[in-house]
């Protein structure tokens, strides 16, 4: 067992330039294997993409950027790992990790070290709400996402009976407790709410009691294996009521899971980045590559370009310089807009639509394009 976390843990050194006198040393931490490897491809896709423009254009004040991934497999302990890992080998700042139980014990570890940390996926509220000089992030929080949920829980399915799931972790718990505040603050209301554990399969019980119960709408607060799985399972049982869930289903292997069941499902995430002027540049080298820049690609991708940006206008690659610079609240140019922060490290922008999953022409189930007004 050590050696399998070990091997877990065992950082790809990715040399992405040669020759350079001074290099820059920069860490992704993402869950590379186990249950939400998909968003970790995102993450590495949209880290490697943008130190490789990067050094394409010369660097960093005249340094190049090395990169090293940290696998921390959707794991607080293994992403702690991950973190320790990093300060030792001198990493200057971090992206990641994904999840937000895993970003949390980590920015305690890198705070210490020095480490600026930005995560493009992690929204729950205690990760910037701490104090901490260190943290921020490139998304929106549960509160903000929770909030377009639950007012169009309240408008759209009024006086219906909604049942509210998670998976017990700081983010998809998060997420359904600031969705029903928010439903409740509308006049809204829940006949159910329970907790799954992460991994669970067999939801059948779950399933049974939604059916028996006559719920016309599930929301789920969660990553999209567990969802996939809870509406496959539904339609199994011939329960058709629609889920609702937030960004942890943003991946296309979420439809894969739950099979034709996913048409109709509805989904908060920031507007599509993909369509943004200017990214279209970026977009295109990323299918010129065969990779489709859906999810948290880009907002990884933005998050190497603000700390770009931020070492270039302190010429220094120390953390808290970094972090007093980003927190002045001067935007930043990226991918997905322009982005500046507050005292706390988070986006003063915060912005969420709501989406619906269908079936395209080709027969596949996605959600791009498919904004609701």
């Known amino acids: 067992m050590k050696q399998i976390l070990s091997a877990g843990v065992a950082l790809g050194l990715l040399m992405l330039a040669t020759g350079a006198q001074a290099q820059i040393k920069v860490g992704l931490s993402a869950p590379i294997t186990g249950p939400n490897a998909a968003f970790g491809a995102q993450l590495k896709n949209g880290f490697l993409q943008a130190i490789e423009d990067i050094n394409k254009a010369g660097g960093v004040n005249g340094e190049k950027l090395v990169g090293s991934v940290g696998d921390a497999a959707s794991d607080p302990k293994q992403g702690v790992s991950v973190a320790n890992k990093f300060a030792s080998e001198g990493v200057k700042m971090m992206v990641g990790d994904f999840n937000s139980g895993v970003s949390i014990p980590q920015s305690d570890v890198l705070q210490e070290a020095g480490i600026v940390q930005i995560t493009p996926a992690s929204t729950a509220i205690k990760f910037t709400e701490r104090g901490s000089w260190n943290t921020f992030r490139t998304c929106g929080r549960d509160d903000q996402q929770g909030g377009v949920a639950g007012a169009y829980l309240a408008d759209k399915f009024k006086g219906k009976k909604i049942a509210f799931v998670h998976d ?79 960004d942890g289903i943003a991946d296309r292997e979420f439809a894969q899971i739950a099979g034709p069941g996913a048409d109709g499902s509805l989904m908060t995430f920031s507007p599509d980045a993909r369509k943004n002027e200017k990214a279209k540049a970026i977009v295109d080298a990323f299918r010129a590559k065969k990779i489709d820049p859906e999810g948290y690609t880009l907002y990884t991708y933005a998050a190497m370009q603000i700390l770009q940006q931020a070492m270039i206008a302190t010429k220094s690659t120390d953390g808290k310089k970094l972090a007093d610079y980003m927190h002045q609240g001067k935007p930043f140019d990226t991918v997905i807009g322009d982005i500046s922060y507050d005292k706390k490290g988070d986006i003063t922008r915060p912005d969420y639509v709501m989406y619906m999953w269908k079936k395209g022409a080709d027969g596949s189930i996605n959600y791009a394009g498919n904004e609701l007004p």
């Open 168 to 246: 017990k972790t700081p983010y998809g718990k998060g997420l359904a407790d600031e969705t029903l505040k928010a439903l409740k603050a509308k006049g809204g209301t829940n006949v159910i709410y329970e907790g799954i554990n992460p991994g669970e399969k067999d939801l059948s019980a779950l399933v049974s009691k939604l059916k028996q119960a006559g719920i016309d709408v599930v929301y789920f607060g969660g990553l999209h294996t567990e969802a996939g799985l809870l509406i496959r399972q539904m339609r199994d049982q011939g329960l058709n009521a629609p889920l609702m869930g937030g």
